[in-house]
């Protein structure tokens, strides 16, 4: 640590240092079990990660969103619905619905899975309780095949 607070001390004084916008990374240590170690170790490779401390950043992330998620705090995400587009009838609700969530809804993207099959995903933003409400409505329209929303933070 010391050595890095030499270092911008240096570039600091020879007005090297140019201000970037990024956050401090702090280094800590964890004492875990070694059954939770193993888990962890386990969630890195199954996912990928780089190292620990990038699978711990989004487990700590992904927390925090579940978090604001039950405490009905602002939130983004996405309603991924797939329908039969010949049922007119789906399609005539799920746009009744959508207009009475339109201060929810960024936007929405249509596909074509096949000739009868369609994929739709919406963008929301707003508050928890208000998303799991519109997506609950849209996926209990009679003849919606499946749905979800996924949830992320909005700021």
Known sequence: MTYYIFLIHLFHSNTYLHKRNTMTVVRFGVSLEEDLLDALDNYVKENKFANRSQALRQLI???L???NWEKNK???????????HHKSDLLLKSMEIQHDYHDSILSSQHFHLDSDNCLEIIAVKGF???????SDKLIAIKGMQH?????SKAE
């Open 147 to 151: 749905g979800k929303l996924v949830m």
């Open 74 to 84: 602002l939130v983004a995400g996405a309603i991924i619905l797939v329908y039969d």
């Open 128 to 134: 928890a309780g208000n998303l799991k409400e519109l």
């Open 65 to 67: 969103v579940e978090q």
């Open 61 to 63: 992330s992904q927390n």
